[in-house]
């Protein structure tokens, strides 16, 4: 009687999520938290930054075997992406404000942006020199 009472929660079926998996939700938390605080702050700053480093990992840590690469390239793509579509609304066709705005917005989270991404290589290039077989076999 109390295995048939006894309450099982469902179980997470597959290895994790498929490359367009990861880069879809990257980019829809990136561009979401990004886009509320270029919104409300009128720049980006540090809950972008960590939102960054957050996905990245997130990324790494869900993704299947073999999206690592996706992982790590996606994050600060999608971040470029979010600041130059908030740029353009505001800011227009204007060259010179829009270049400014742009490269300030990158600026801002440099120091996130540099570590998620030796973070991320390092994970990457260590994932693909572990998968190479070893030379000093005799």
């Known amino acids: ?3 048939e ?3 099982t929660r469902p179980l997470i079926q597959g290895p994790g999520l498929k490359k367009e998996g990861v880069v879809v939700l990257q980019s829809f ?3 979401f938290f990004g886009s509320i605080e270029l919104i409300f702050r009128s720049g980006a700053g540090i809950v972008t930054g960590v939102i960054v480093c957050a996905v990245l990992y997130g990324g790494l840590r869900f993704g299947r075997k073999g999206t690592t690469y996706v992982s790590v390239v996606t994050p600060p793509l999608a971040f470029a992406a979010t600041v130059l579509f ?3 609304l505001r800011d227009g066709i204007h060259i010179s404000r829009l270049g400014i705005d742009f490269i300030a917005s990158l600026a801002s989270i440099a120091p996130y942006l540099l570590l998620s ?3 991320g290589w390092f994970v990457f290039f260590n994932e693909k020199a572990k998968s190479k077989p070893s030379k000093n076999r005799l």
Do not use: D, P, T
């Open 1 to 3: 009687m109390s295995s």
């Open 5 to 7: 009472a006894q309450v």
């Open 29 to 31: 938390f990136i561009f």
């Open 86 to 88: 908030y740029a353009l």
């Open 117 to 119: 991404a030796i973070y």
